[in-house]
């Protein structure tokens, strides 16, 4: 069993009037980040995705597993076969499967099967979570708390593309295997979810919506 090894914390402490001063910052910063469904197709430079990418790589992970897989698309052929194949997806959703009160929830979002910025963004980033690694002879590696681990550095990456500038929208369609087959994924990975990320168009408009107040979303005890 390998034996831990430390080093000194990375910490800067700030004062009360200096934390309150970030902490209101950050929320009004994070408060104007919006799902976004009309992008343009300006070029974002990849040296910006890639520390965005970075950022969510830090995130913390059951064990230090680091359990995800970031697959980054720009490829005007390959963002084509995504699309087809998730408005496929969509479709079988919206005329078939959704439940109508499913439907009902999401008629005030204006969502539905045609899924164009998928093509139209400059980026589409795959997340996959890995269920077990491989080491280098092939054997597998325990993995925990995967959904977890992941739904943070999903977190992390969607707030710095935010902070950064960029506009995204987090896409699942379901089910999402075909991801794993156009962009040749391993076995053991599975879909988790698709980032659509780039600058907003210009008459990009987003529907009317409110968050839940604090008092109804938090206890303190």
Same mark, same amino acid.
């Given at each position: 069993?390998?034996? =831990?090894?430390?080093?000194?914390?990375?910490?800067?402490?700030?004062?009360?009037?200096?934390?309150? +001063?970030?902490?209101?910052?950050?929320?009004?910063?994070?408060?104007?980040?919006?799902?976004? +469904?009309?992008?343009?197709? +300006?070029?974002?430079?990849?040296?910006?995705i890639e520390d965005c990418l970075r950022a969510a790589n830090s995130a913390p992970s059951g064990a230090?597993?680091?359990?995800?897989?970031?697959?980054?698309?720009?490829?005007?052929?390959? *963002?084509?076969?995504?699309?087809?194949?998730?408005?496929a997806e969509e479709r079988a959703f919206y005329e078939q499967r959704a439940p109508q009160e499913w439907?009902?929830?999401?008629?005030?979002?204006?969502?539905? =099967?045609? *899924? %164009?910025?998928?093509?139209?963004? =400059?980026?589409?980033?795959?997340?996959?979570?890995?269920?077990?690694?491989?080491?280098?002879?092939?054997?597998?590696?325990?993995?925990?708390?995967?959904?977890?681990?992941?739904?943070?550095?999903?977190?992390?990456?969607?707030?710095?593309?935010?902070?950064?500038?960029?506009?995204?929208?987090?896409?699942? =369609?379901?089910?999402?295997?075909?991801?794993?087959?156009?962009?040749?994924? %391993?076995?053991?990975? +599975?879909?988790?979810?698709?980032l659509v990320v780039g600058y907003p168009a210009p008459e990009a408009t987003v529907p009317a919506l409110?968050?839940?107040?604090?008092?109804?979303?938090?206890?303190?005890?």
């Open positions: 069993m390998a034996q =831990p090894q430390f080093v000194p914390l990375d910490f800067t402490e700030y004062p009360v009037e200096e934390m309150a +001063r970030r902490a209101a910052e950050f929320y009004a910063e994070m408060r104007r980040r919006r799902s976004v +469904r009309h992008f343009s197709d +300006r070029p974002v430079p990849r040296t910006i230090n597993k680091q359990p995800w897989h970031f697959v980054v698309v720009s490829d005007a052929e390959t *963002k084509r076969r995504i699309r087809i194949a998730a408005e439907l009902d929830d999401l008629a005030p979002l204006g969502t539905g =099967p045609d *899924k %164009p910025f998928l093509e139209t963004a =400059p980026y589409l980033i795959a997340i996959f979570a890995q269920r077990y690694g491989l080491r280098p002879d092939g054997s597998k590696e325990q993995h925990y708390y995967v959904q977890e681990s992941v739904g943070i550095a999903t977190g992390m990456l969607i707030a710095a593309l935010h902070h950064a500038g960029l506009a995204m929208l987090t896409h699942t =369609p379901s089910p999402m295997s075909c991801l794993s087959e156009i962009l040749g994924r %391993p076995q053991n990975e +599975r879909p988790y979810l698709l409110s968050k839940k107040p604090l008092e109804e979303v938090t206890t303190f005890v």
